[in-house]
C-alpha cells in the first residue's frame, strides 16, 4: 500500500532493505544508530554513523559495504568520540557530513561536538576513516549541522552551518562561512531561512549532506520541522545554491520531498523523523544514495535520480 508520503512525491524510493542499519547490527552494545555522513572510500560505501551509547552519549562509528545497501562490515571502535579532556566534546559527537576535497586528497568530516556550552561546530580530516586529524571546535555554540563544499569557491572553502540567533526568535537557520584554510571562518552570511506560520519547515531548518555539484547550481537537501502540539516532524526539502555564489538560493522545493511514512521513521526514540546526513551519487547511472536517520534510532536508505530531482526543482520552485 503506498504511504499518505509517497502518494505526494515520487521523487525518491526507499530501499526494500530498510532499515539498512539498526543496533543489532553493531558489535558492542549501543541504544541506537542514525545520522549517517556518507562517502566512497576504496570502491566500497562508508557510513560514518552516529551511535548513541547506553548512556546517552554519541560517538562515530565507520560502517562499510561494497554496494551502499547490503553487507555492512562494522568498526568494532568509534573513529570520533567524546573526549573527556575537551570541553568542546566531553559529551560526545554527533551528525557528522563528509565531503571529499579534491584539493586536500582527503576527507573533511564536519561533525557536532558537543558539550556544556552546547553543540559546536568541529572539523576533521582523514584519508581513509582508519584515523583522523582533527581540527578542532571552528564554530562558537550553539551551532550544527555543518556541511562542505567539495572545492573552493571564489578562493576559499565553504561551510554552510546553522548557528541559532535570537533575532530570528532562535528559529534556526542556514548560514554560510568562508576560509582560505579550514582553520580561521568569517562571519556566518546568511542563506536561508526557515518559513513562517504554518509551513513544514517553519520551526527550524538545517542542511543535510554535502551538495553536489551540478551544472545549474549546488544541489542540496535540506531538513525542516514542523512543531505540532504532539511533538515535532522532521522532513526533507530540495534547494539549489549558485555556483559562483553559494549564499544565493536560486531555487527551494516549497514542499517536502521526503517525510516521515514507515514504522521506522514514525516510530523510534524521537518518532516522525527524517534525518538526511549522507548523500552519494553515481555519475554513471546518475542514480543518487540518500541516507538518512529514522526515528533517532536506525539509518535508512532511499535512492533517487538526480536529473529528474533538478527537474522537479526547476518546475516547483
Ligand atoms: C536535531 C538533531 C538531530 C536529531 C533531530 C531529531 O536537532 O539533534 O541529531 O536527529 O534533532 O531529533
Redesign the pocket.
Known sequence: MPTKDDAMQDLFHRDPANPILTAEDWPYRVNTV??PGAAIHNAETVLLC?VEDPRGISHLTVARSPDGVHGWRVEAKPLIAEDPGDHTSMWGV??CRVTWVEELERYVIAY?AYGPSGPCVALATTEDFESVEKLGAVMPPDD?DAALLPRRVNGEFILYHRPVSSRYGNRGNIWLSRSADLTHWSAPEPVMASREGPWWDAA?I?LGPAPIETEHGWLAIYHGVKQMPAG?I?RAGLVLFDLDNPARVLRRSPAWVMGPATDYETRGD?PN?V?PTGMVHDPESDELKLYY?AG?SVVALATANLSELMEFLWQNS
Open positions: 542514525f545520522n552516529r554527533e551528525d557536532t550544527k527550524r538545517g515535532p522532521y524521537v523523523v534525518f536517520g533517532d
